[in-house]
């Protein structure tokens, strides 16, 4: 018979301490004395110590509480099992403490791998131990509360000897935990800090919890308050910092604490006694640190929250606790104000944190592309920062398009503070998320959406989940989801790579949220997305098209339905044509699933998107061939509109003649198929255009006319078309030389589309600033253009702002606002950076308003540089002839006058004929006069000039250049005092000065008054 089984056949719990618990504890201390004799691998070794005595101390509880546990033989074999297990503990760690220095360095690798094996023994025993005597797992901790005030299993220890053959020096006596070292990395959290600080640096006791997700830096700031003077001067010594991490959850916090300061082989009683002594002397600090690791325990949160009530309870005892998650525990008179949920970094401060770590270049714009995938998670920036120490940004970009979140790791990556994964996985596999019955489910679902959705949202797509509102107030109580400003319950990047990684969402589930948000751009009309927006509408829409954007993304390579995704993307591109609302990045990958599964008439709607895209430099791309493919799809679909629409794009690319043949055709084929009226109207519209190309300008402002009449009887919903052909009619009288008409129209067609919220009210408004710039009126120029870039601005659409900024400049500079058109430039040069190769107009226009400022400020090197840069690149690529047409044009008249005003006649002579052919080229009858005036001036010889000038007056009399024909005037009158009729000099001169003085052009004024003083 075993020891074990004569002890419990005497019935006695004293022979039963004597003989089980006692030699257990024996072992311990032995365990205990042999780790703090070890030199390498010493914490570990400690620790390993550490958990043996709170094991042990646990089992001695229980079987004091009741010794009739040990009466089976399964626990009898379980007992003498435990006592192997420590048996090799002590035996190895003895060896290695035996060891020499050099040889404990030697085998460091190897010695921790067998006390990582020892504890995980240390583990199973003490498992199998529990089981075998009907123990719950939380039964530890609640039997220990009602335990006796003095224990006989512990008096009876203080009289056993001493296993270990050391001397007396060597004894182990309560003891600090070690305080740990202040963050030397630490950025953007100059807030919180103060807020804690400030908290627990007052003269009564304080209670925080700082609260916050896997990776978010709460330890961190722990640290920090810590550290900081105000809390050192406070405290002293008397801060004390213990980590919970890796606690058997069983245990409770108090044996953790007690563990902590040396306190071994005690009941709860003797602990609370010889804590009470240790903190209540003078003020002291406590942080607890990691504290879910026991708060996070099935039917243990009571338990843990009545031993933090005890340490509130000691008197001068101030506490802070890191807690994972967004709840605080209860039964705390936690200090005001609360300190909220931690969360991520700044921009600012995300990029100093990468920065100091990795050393790269701190205006790197692949760092902004980087950082923005982290949602700023300072873990997840500090693990990156220490891979960029070797790798370029470039490749940390391509790596997480692989891996995603499991990237970022250091070392074995096992640990939650060098594995981003691993930190992420202690939360979702916390017993919280596991006893809501669908938080992981809704989490998923979540993390296809970049910007969260509001909770009545998740109720409507999420609604076959079983109770959704618990879900979503799990994820919040763990912090793997926050609720915004903006009342969205949202999920962080890394957490939602995670999820999608190692969590994905089931096709079910997923299904339910494709219908939902894919509906919301293809439900039939009308379609809440076509209507006109206020600008509050957009703020909302906004985040939910990138969802939506995201959605498609994953749905093309994860649904087995492939049509729905690719209907939306189709969608989506065409209100961002339409609005700038959305992305259009989702058109190559829908439409490469479109063409695989041969969805003809998808595809051929991408193809003419892309199309319309690289037709307005919005996309690279070769729009004829992009709408011939389409054409053929859309017959072969049945598709009349489709068709009509790709005809009319490709009539561009042809010769007029043939552009107003196919155009015709297609108003015909129209109207044979009973199409609608809006569509037919379409047709009119762009056969319109067809004849304006043909400069058939009074056929095509007629139909034009009609169209606008037709749209306006059709009542306010209609407003963006009419207003549409009303920017086309003032075209037309601009390029007539129909100054006065063509402002009237575009001042209210700038009234009507605004109030419908058309994005055509900045093309009105560009076309009435530069209406009133041909015109002379400056003022007025200003007036319509600054107000065109606010409304770029206020529609987030700069992207197109770069016509307005060229106009802005011009006017500016023609009022003479030197430092307004320099900012203007400013910006434009900024905003270009972002330009692609492609965008040749864009580009072009910014470089001659940089050319027209350098001349405004004699800078005529510069000035000649610039604008034959432009010139260069409008001959770059052969497409869109008829703006890059006109570009060229405006550019070789600003050089024709720097080369006049550099006395370089011959050349500006060639300049000026250069743009009034092209302008007549394209039709523009006004531009191409004023080019011929500047001609006229730039003549060496005055009758030939006189000739010129005799030739351009009355057209611009007729279309009110009245800038430009003062210049012409004033001219004419510098060759009469030439030829000595002075009186004829002074009429012209004088003439001059009016028109000048009603054009408010006080450099104009200027000059004609000292020409006039020569008389």
Same mark, same amino acid.
Not at 255 to 276: C, D, E, Q, S, Y
Not at 383 to 399: D, R
Not at 969 to 982: C, F, K, N, Q, Y
């Given at each position: 018979?075993?020891?074990?089984?004569?002890?419990?056949?005497?019935? /006695?719990?004293?022979?039963?301490?004597?003989?089980?618990?006692?030699?257990?504890?024996?072992?311990?201390?032995?365990?205990?004395?042999?780790?703090?004799?070890?030199?390498?691998?010493?914490?570990?070794?400690?620790?390993?110590?550490?958990?043996?005595?709170?094991?042990?101390?646990?089992?001695?509880?229980?079987?004091?509480?009741?010794?009739?546990?040990?009466?089976?033989?399964?626990?009898?074999?379980?007992?003498?099992?435990?006592?192997?297990?420590?048996?090799?503990?002590?035996?190895?760690?003895?060896?290695?403490?035996?060891?020499?220095?050099?040889?404990?360095?030697?085998?460091?690798?190897?010695?921790?791998?067998?006390?990582?094996?020892?504890?995980?023994?240390?583990?199973?025993?003490?498992?199998?131990?529990?089981?075998?005597?009907?123990?719950?797992?939380?039964?530890?901790?609640?039997?220990?509360?009602?335990?006796?005030?003095?224990?006989?299993?512990?008096?009876?220890?203080?009289?056993?000897?001493?296993?270990?053959? /050391?001397?007396?020096?060597?004894?182990?006596?309560?003891?600090?935990?070690?305080?740990?070292?202040?963050?030397?990395?630490?950025?953007?959290?100059?807030?919180?800090?103060?807020?804690?600080?400030?908290?627990?640096?007052?003269?009564?006791?304080?209670?925080?919890?700082?609260?916050?997700?896997?990776?978010?830096?709460?330890?961190?700031?722990?640290?920090?308050?810590?550290?900081?003077?105000?809390?050192?001067?406070?405290?002293?010594?008397?801060?004390?910092?213990?980590?919970?991490?890796?606690?058997?959850?069983?245990?409770?916090?108090?044996?953790?604490?007690?563990?902590?300061?040396?306190?071994?082989?005690?009941?709860?009683?003797?602990?609370?006694?010889?804590?009470?002594?240790?903190?209540?002397?003078?003020?002291?600090?406590?942080?607890?640190?990691?504290?879910?690791?026991?708060?996070?325990?099935?039917?243990?949160?009571?338990?843990?929250?009545?031993?933090?009530?005890?340490?509130?309870?000691?008197?001068?005892?101030?506490?802070?606790?890191?807690?994972?998650?967004?709840?605080?525990?209860?039964?705390?008179?936690?200090?005001?104000?609360?300190?909220?949920?931690?969360?991520?970094?700044?921009?600012?401060?995300?990029?100093?944190?990468?920065?100091?770590?990795?050393?790269?270049?701190?205006?790197?714009?692949?760092?902004?592309?980087?950082?923005?995938?982290?949602?700023?998670?300072?873990?997840?920036?500090?693990?990156?920062?220490?891979?960029?120490?070797?790798?370029?940004?470039?490749?940390?970009?391509?790596?997480?398009?692989?891996?995603?979140?499991?990237?970022?790791?250091?070392?074995?990556?096992?640990?939650?503070?060098?594995?981003?994964?691993?930190?992420?996985?202690?939360?979702?596999?916390?017993?919280?998320?596991?006893?809501?019955?669908?938080?992981?489910?809704?989490?998923?679902?979540?993390?296809?959406?970049? /910007?969260?959705?509001?909770?009545?949202?998740?109720?409507?797509?999420?609604?076959?989940?079983?109770?959704?509102?618990?879900?979503?107030?799990?994820?919040?109580?763990?912090?793997?989801?926050?609720?915004?400003?903006?009342?969205?319950?949202?999920?962080?990047?890394?957490?939602?790579?995670?999820?999608?990684? /190692?969590?994905?969402?089931?096709?079910?589930?997923?299904?339910?949220?494709?219908?939902?948000?894919?509906?919301?751009?293809?439900?039939?009309?009308?379609?809440?997305?076509?209507?006109?927006?206020?600008?509050?509408?957009?703020?909302?829409?906004?985040?939910?098209?990138?969802?939506?954007?995201?959605?498609?993304?994953?749905?093309?390579?994860?649904?087995?339905?492939?049509?729905?995704?690719?209907?939306?993307?189709?969608?989506?591109?065409?209100?961002?044509?339409?609005?700038?609302?959305?992305?259009?990045?989702?058109?190559?990958?829908?439409?490469?699933?479109?063409?695989?599964?041969?969805?003809?008439?998808?595809?051929?709607?991408?193809?003419?998107?892309?199309?319309?895209?690289?037709?307005?430099?919005?996309?690279?791309?070769?729009?004829?061939?992009?709408?011939?493919?389409?054409?053929?799809?859309?017959?072969?679909?049945?598709?009349?509109?489709?068709?009509?629409?790709?005809?009319?794009?490709?009539?561009?690319?042809?010769?007029?003649?043939?552009?107003?043949?196919?155009?015709?055709?297609?108003?015909?084929?129209?109207?044979?198929?009973?199409?609608?009226?809006?569509?037919?109207?379409?047709?009119?519209?762009?056969?319109?255009?067809?004849?304006?190309?043909?400069?058939?300008?009074?056929?095509?402002?007629?139909?034009?006319?009609?169209?606008?009449?037709?749209?306006?009887?059709?009542?306010?919903?209609?407003?963006?078309?009419?207003?549409?052909?009303?920017?086309?009619?003032?075209?037309?009288?601009?390029?007539?030389?129909?100054?006065?008409?063509?402002?009237?129209?575009?001042?209210?067609?700038?009234?009507?589309?605004?109030?419908?919220?058309?994005?055509?009210?900045?093309?009105?408004?560009?076309?009435?600033?530069?209406?009133?710039?041909?015109?002379?009126?400056?003022?007025?120029?200003?007036?319509?253009?600054?107000?065109?870039?606010?409304?770029?601005?206020?529609?987030?659409?700069?992207?197109?702002?770069?016509?307005?900024?060229?106009?802005?400049?011009?006017?500016?500079?023609?009022?003479?606002?030197?430092?307004?058109?320099?900012?203007?430039?400013?910006?434009?040069?900024?905003?270009?950076?972002?330009?692609?190769?492609?965008?040749?107009?864009?580009?072009?226009?910014?470089?001659?308003?940089?050319?027209?400022?350098?001349?405004?400020?004699?800078?005529?090197?510069?000035?000649?540089?610039?604008?034959?840069?432009?010139?260069?690149?409008?001959?770059?690529?052969?497409?869109?002839?008829?703006?890059?047409?006109?570009?060229?044009?405006?550019?070789?008249?600003?050089?024709?006058?720097?080369?006049?005003?550099?006395?370089?006649?011959?050349?500006?002579?060639?300049?000026?004929?250069?743009?009034?052919?092209?302008?007549?080229?394209?039709?523009?009858?006004?531009?191409?006069?004023?080019?011929?005036?500047?001609?006229?001036?730039?003549?060496?010889?005055?009758?030939?000039?006189?000739?010129?000038?005799?030739?351009?007056?009355?057209?611009?009399?007729?279309?009110?250049?009245?800038?430009?024909?003062?210049?012409?005037?004033?001219?004419?009158?510098?060759?009469?005092?030439?030829?000595?009729?002075?009186?004829?000099?002074?009429?012209?001169?004088?003439?001059?000065?009016?028109?000048?003085?009603?054009?408010?052009?006080?450099?104009?004024?200027?000059?004609?008054?000292?020409?006039?003083?020569?008389?």
């Amino acid at each position: 018979m075993s020891l074990v089984s004569q002890v419990v056949g005497t019935s /006695h719990a004293a022979a039963v301490t004597e003989a089980v618990v006692l030699p257990l504890f024996g072992a311990a201390r032995g365990i205990a004395v042999s780790a703090v004799d070890i030199r390498v691998n010493k914490e570990t070794a400690l620790a390993l110590a550490r958990r043996v005595d709170q094991l042990v101390s646990s089992l001695a509880l229980t079987v004091e509480e009741d010794s009739s546990v040990i009466g089976d033989e399964a626990t009898q074999d379980a007992i003498t099992r435990m006592q192997t297990v420590l048996a090799d503990i002590h035996d190895a760690l003895k060896a290695r403490a035996a060891q020499s220095y050099i040889s404990q360095l030697l085998r460091q690798e190897a010695d921790s791998e067998t006390l990582r094996v020892l504890s995980a023994s240390l583990k199973d025993a003490f498992d199998v131990l529990t089981v075998s005597m009907h123990m719950r797992l939380n039964g530890v901790v609640t039997t220990t509360t009602r335990a006796r005030e003095a224990s006989e299993a512990f008096n009876a220890l203080q009289s056993f000897p001493d296993v270990s053959p /050391h001397s007396a020096d060597t004894q182990l006596v309560p003891i600090r935990p070690a305080l740990p070292t202040q963050p030397q990395l630490y950025f953007g959290r100059a807030t919180e800090t103060q807020l804690v600080v400030g908290s627990v640096t007052v003269p009564v006791s304080s209670y925080v919890c700082i609260l916050g997700g896997p990776g978010i830096g709460k330890t961190s700031l722990a640290l920090a308050v810590f550290h900081s003077p105000a809390v050192v001067g406070r405290y002293g010594r008397r801060r004390y910092f213990v980590s919970c991490e890796g606690a058997d959850d069983r245990l409770g916090v108090l044996p953790i604490v007690a563990a902590a300061f040396g306190i071994t082989n005690f009941t709860r009683a003797t602990a609370k006694a010889k804590l009470t002594a240790t903190f209540a002397d003078a003020p002291a600090l406590l942080v607890l640190d990691n504290f879910e690791s026991v708060w996070d325990s099935p039917g243990r949160s009571t338990d843990v929250e009545d031993d933090l009530a005890y340490f509130c309870s000691i008197t001068r005892l101030s506490l802070i606790v890191t807690l994972r998650g967004s709840e605080r525990p209860q039964g705390v008179p936690w200090t005001r104000p609360f300190l909220p949920p931690l969360q991520p970094l700044d921009d600012a401060a995300a990029r100093q944190l990468f920065v100091s770590i990795s050393d790269v270049v701190e205006d790197s714009v692949q760092l902004d592309r980087l950082l923005s995938l982290f949602d700023n998670i300072p873990l997840a920036i500090s693990l990156a920062a220490c891979l960029a120490q070797y790798q370029p940004i470039s490749s940390l970009l391509a790596q997480w398009n692989d891996s995603k979140s499991s990237m970022l790791r250091r070392n074995d990556g096992r640990h939650r503070l060098t594995s981003l994964d691993a930190s992420i996985a202690l939360s979702i596999e916390s017993s919280r998320m596991q006893q809501a019955q669908s938080a992981i489910q809704l989490l998923s679902l979540l993390s296809l959406l970049p /910007h969260g959705a509001f909770s009545t949202d998740i109720s409507l797509w999420a609604g076959a989940l079983p109770e959704v509102a618990r879900a979503i107030s799990t994820l919040i109580q763990n912090a793997l989801a926050w609720r915004t400003s903006d009342n969205r319950i949202r999920v962080l990047a890394p957490i939602r790579e995670y999820m999608l990684l /190692h969590h994905p969402p089931n096709n079910d589930d997923a299904r339910l949220l494709y219908d939902f948000y894919f509906g919301v751009l293809t439900s039939p009309s009308p379609n809440p997305l076509d209507v006109n927006m206020t600008p509050e509408a957009k703020a909302v829409i906004a985040p939910e098209l990138e969802n939506i954007r995201f959605l498609m993304l994953y749905a093309l390579d994860h649904s087995a339905d492939l049509e729905a995704p690719i209907a939306a993307a189709v969608a989506l591109c065409n209100l961002f044509n339409v609005t700038g609302l959305g992305s259009p990045d989702v058109l190559h990958p829908a439409l490469a699933a479109a063409r695989k599964h041969r969805l003809g008439k998808l595809t051929a709607d991408l193809l003419f998107t892309w199309g319309t895209f690289a037709y307005n430099s919005m996309m690279p791309g070769d729009a004829e061939s992009l709408f011939r493919e389409a054409l053929p799809l859309f017959e072969q679909a049945g598709d009349v509109e489709g068709r009509i629409r790709c005809t009319f794009n490709l009539s561009t690319f042809t010769e007029p003649s043939q552009a107003v043949t196919d155009c015709q055709r297609m108003m015909d084929l129209a109207g044979a198929t009973g199409c609608n009226e809006r569509l037919l109207l379409r047709c009119q519209t762009q056969l319109a255009t067809a004849y304006q190309q043909l400069h058939e300008f009074d056929k095509a402002r007629r139909m034009y006319e009609r169209c606008m009449i037709a749209y306006k009887a059709m009542g306010k919903a209609y407003d963006r078309l009419r207003g549409y052909n009303m920017i086309c009619m003032a075209e037309i009288d601009i390029d007539t030389g129909d100054l006065t008409t063509a402002i009237a129209v575009l001042r209210e067609a700038v009234e009507i589309l605004f109030a419908a919220r058309s994005p055509n009210v900045e093309a009105a408004l560009a076309g009435l600033g530069s209406a009133y710039l041909l015109q002379g009126d400056g003022k007025r120029a200003v007036e319509a253009l600054e107000r065109l870039l606010s409304e770029l601005r206020s529609s987030g659409n700069m992207a197109r702002s770069f016509e307005a900024l060229y106009y802005l400049t011009s006017a500016y500079l023609f009022v003479g606002d030197m430092s307004a058109a320099a900012t203007t430039v400013a910006l434009a040069k900024q905003l270009s950076t972002s330009l692609t190769p492609e965008r040749i107009y864009e580009r072009g226009r910014v470089l001659q308003s940089q050319g027209q400022l350098a001349f405004a400020e004699d800078r005529l090197n510069d000035a000649r540089t610039l604008l034959r840069m432009a010139i260069a690149l409008t001959r770059a690529h052969d497409y869109r002839a008829n703006i890059t047409t006109q570009l060229e044009a405006d550019v070789w008249e600003v050089l024709g006058q720097v080369q006049q005003h550099d006395q370089t006649r011959e050349d500006a002579l060639s300049s000026f004929v250069v743009a009034a052919l092209l302008r007549r080229r394209i039709g523009q009858a006004v531009t191409c006069v004023r080019a011929l005036a500047r001609l006229a001036q730039a003549v060496d010889d005055d009758e030939t000039s006189e000739m010129w000038l005799a030739a351009v007056t009355l057209p611009l009399q007729r279309y009110g250049c009245r800038t430009v024909l003062a210049e012409c005037l004033a001219h004419s009158g510098t060759i009469a005092a030439r030829r000595g009729t002075v009186e004829t000099a002074r009429h012209r001169w004088e003439s001059a000065m009016r028109h000048f003085a009603d054009m408010k052009d006080s450099r104009g004024m200027e000059s004609t008054a000292v020409l006039l003083a020569t008389l």
